[in-house]
């Protein structure tokens, strides 16, 4: 009979953590699973130590050479038997509760595609660096894609349909963002509210190695976005749009600029109604509130930019936010 869950690890030279990663899996309360490891052709003793474990529930599969995480990723996709799959990479650290508490989640509510949770940030002796939660309704997250991607790949459990979920090499290292838009068309998306995984922070990760080719992949991946609903940017709205993401304000024609860019993409959805016109209203107001007060040197016309506009969102918590801006400044 096969498991209710596969846990899929991808593994390249991750002896300094890898025996934490399968401990925490493991321990889980829930126990209908199989964890399989790729080995990405590691020169360190990874193998080996997968390996040591006694336990017929842990598989591991070697690829023939170093062949990257996103053939990893996929090569695990088409091993894994379970219901569903959670994914978890090699240096980072489940919950005991995760799997239970996931798994329930989707057997329960079968509009959902997918299930992530909040994350732990900890450095590479374990310990805890940061907590990173957003308070984001689920029917915000398909729409929020369009800025940002809030889902730890380690935290997310998704149902197993081998068609859908396989990764573009294209988007690599950022192809799980990628995959996260096109489940987001085929069935809800879940942000749980708990902490469910310990995310690891080192000098190896693909995120530090590989900054310049991220924000590629992220460009690329909006920019398809942006196409759903036919907007065709070129280069410069795209690098603003970027910028609107994850950047300071650099200026208040800045700002004005990434005004008009919001307001052009809201009259363009409804046009092509590819998000839901009130989600997608309401993530751009967060972020223009947010754009707008990134930058305390900006001073009071940031401000005034924001309450002039027909973007702002006068909730107390876009408030307190302006509050803090003007008490900063």
């Keep these: 009979m096969n498991p209710k869950v596969s846990v ?50 842990i598989r591991l599969v070697k ?76 029917k915000y997250l398909k729409s929020s894609l369009l800025f940002n991607n809030y889902f730890v790949v380690s935290s997310v459990m998704v149902r197993n349909n081998k068609d859908v979920l396989l990764c573009d090499v294209t988007y690599t290292p950022a192809e799980d963002y990628e995959l996260w838009v096109r489940l987001s068309k085929l069935g809800k998306l879940n942000i749980y509210n708990k902490f469910l995984v310990y995310y690891r922070v080192h000098d190896k990760n693909l995120t530090a190695t590989q900054s310049e080719k991220m924000k590629a992949s992220v460009i690329h991946i909006q920019k398809n976005q942006l196409e759903y609903i036919g907007i065709h940017a070129n280069i410069t709205d795209l690098h603003l749009h970027y910028k609107a993401c994850y950047a300071k304000a650099e200026s208040i024609s800045q700002i004005q600029q990434i005004e008009k860019w919001f307001e052009f993409i809201l009259a363009q959805n409804k046009k092509a109604a590819y998000f839901d ?52 400044k």
């Design 277 to 328: 016109q009130s989600h997608l209203e309401h993530i751009v107001k967060h972020k223009w509130v947010k754009i707008c007060t990134s930058n305390s040197q900006l001073g009071v016309k940031s401000i005034k930019t924001y309450l002039s506009s027909p973007l702002k969102k006068l909730s107390l918590k876009n408030v307190l936010l302006l509050g803090k801006y003007i008490l900063l």
């Design 63 to 138: 690829n023939d050479k170093n062949s990257g995480l996103t053939f990893s990723r996929n090569r695990l996709i088409n091993e894994a038997a379970g219901k569903y799959i959670a994914w978890l990479d090699a240096d980072d650290i489940a919950h005991k509760e995760r799997l239970k508490i996931q798994y329930e989640f989707l057997e329960k509510n079968g509009d959902y595609i997918l299930t992530s949770s909040w994350a732990k940030t900890i450095d590479k002796n374990g310990d805890i660096i940061q907590s990173n939660y957003i308070f984001i309704d689920d």
């Design 8 to 57: 899929l690890i991808p593994a390249y030279n991750a002896s300094a953590f890898i025996e934490k990663a399968i401990d925490s899996i493991l321990n889980q309360s829930f126990k209908d699973f199989e964890l399989i490891v790729v080995d990405d052709g590691s020169t360190d003793n990874t193998a080996d130590l997968v390996l040591s474990y006694n336990d017929n529930r």
